[in-house]
DNA sequence: TTCCAGGCAATAC
DNA sequence: GTATTGCATGGA
């Protein structure tokens, strides 16, 4: 079997399904609730956590949209009554504010302009939302078969000598996707998508956070 | 105190 | 095209 697909199996057996994305009103991980989001208030919910995570905890995140639940901006319509000041405030802890409100406001222009759901390229062509932005916001808040590649994505399959130290994006993501060919249900794929990436990260927290990396990861010997 | 966190845009070569 | 730099708070 594919060497990427085995590391998936042996990660969900470790950990379980994860219940990506953490959603406030949810009580944050919704474990095997795959019918979420389900508003539009939720998917704009994920967009938000989607753009204030980058390069920063999700603890963090949940500090900012917690504050912008407080202030009833986790809307469109009430992110837009903010003041930019309040704004900047209320997202404060998860770091960058000027930039990320910027983002955010350049997103929530872009979110009241959608009648279906947006393309890749389209959400590339938003200030703030760059490859992970993006496949972050089409996998957890649209469903769409994207897979999504972060930093301890490249990390974990460096260590275990299935890329090259400075792969590309684009090139680790279609690795990953190759190795779910093998998956029947590819209307469903999106799932195995969500459940792969948490539990990535799941395991990257307890075994890649602190240098040497990999020290002690049962992945090795795959 | 230092390091790191579920990146991105702007700029420099 | 690839490499570097600024952005900023909070927790370990």
């Known amino acids: ?11 969900y057996s470790m950990y379980g399904p994860q219940g990506w994305w953490p959603l406030l009103g949810h009580g944050g991980y919704h474990k095997e609730d795959y019918t979420l989001p389900k508003s539009q208030d939720e998917v704009f919910e994920v967009c938000l956590g989607a753009i204030l995570t980058q390069n ?3 603890t963090s995140v ?18 837009k009554k903010l003041p930019v000041e309040v704004l900047k405030n209320a997202i404060k802890p998860s770091g ?3 930039q990320k409100a910027r983002y955010i406001l350049a997103f929530v222009a872009f979110f009241e302009t959608l009648t ?3 393309t890749r390229e389209e959400l590339l062509r938003v200030l703030g939302i760059g490859e992970e932005t993006a496949d972050s916001i089409l996998l957890y808040g649209y469903k769409q078969n994207e897979f ?34 093998c998956v029947e249900d ?26 040497p990396y990999a020290r002690g990861c049962p992945l090795v010997k795959l």
Do not use: C
């Open 116 to 118: 279906k759901v947006p």
């Open 186 to 211: 590819t209307n469903k794929l999106w799932i195995e998508y969500q459940e792969f990436h948490a539990l990535l990260v799941e395991h990257a927290k307890r075994y890649y956070s602190k240098r």
């Open 148 to 181: 999504v590649v972060d930093s301890y994505t490249k990390r974990i399959f460096f260590r275990l000598g299935l890329i090259e130290e400075r792969a590309k994006y684009a090139d680790v993501k279609h690795l990953v996707q190759q190795s779910f060919q």
């Open 56 to 58: 920063t905890s999700f």
């Open 96 to 98: 960058y504010f000027n």
């Open 62 to 79: 949940v500090q900012s949209l917690e504050n912008l639940e407080a202030l009833g901006a986790l809307s469109v319509e009430g992110v």
């Open 1 to 11: 079997m594919d060497i990427i697909f085995r590391v998936y199996r042996e990660l």
